[in-house]
């Protein structure tokens, strides 16, 4: 069955770097678009990126636009989010999601991994 199982979360300090991959099984990799999203202490879930399936396009929240970077291994089915010069207001539960067009809107998403904790603390 469809699974997305989200790692490599944990505690950095500000101006820190983290690698977040999100493991995919149950369907072909490239032939969806993956996001990332996240939810902060007291807010609502929001978009942090995506590749999209049509020739790995990517887009980004303007908050982490040039500190974020999302890539994707067909081959191990796998899409990484690399995190550098973290801040606190980085802090939150990340999320990966599979949908179909790209888009930073959670409505394009209909399936979703169980979250990683991201801490960005001194």
């Known amino acids: 069955q469809v699974q997305l199982v989200e790692s490599g979360g944990g505690s950095a300090q500000p101006g820190g770097s983290l690698r977040l991959s999100c493991a995919t099984s149950?369907?072909?990799?490239?032939?969806?678009?993956i996001a990332w999203f996240r939810r902060a202490p007291g807010k609502e879930r929001e978009g942090v990126s995506y590749?999209?399936?049509?020739?790995?396009?990517?887009d980004y929240a303007d908050s982490v636009k040039g500190r974020f970077t999302i890539t994707r291994d067909n081959s191990k089915n796998t899409v990484y989010l690399q995190m550098n010069r973290l801040k606190p207001d980085d802090t939150g539960i990340y999320y990966c999601?599979?949908?179909?067009?790209?888009?930073?809107?959670?409505?394009?998403?209909?399936?979703w991994g169980q979250g990683t904790q991201v801490t960005v603390s001194s």
């Open positions: 149950g369907f072909r990799l490239d032939r969806y678009t």
């Open positions: 999601a599979r949908g179909l067009v790209g888009s930073l809107r959670e409505d394009g998403y209909g399936w």
């Open positions: 590749i999209s399936r049509v020739d790995g396009v990517t």
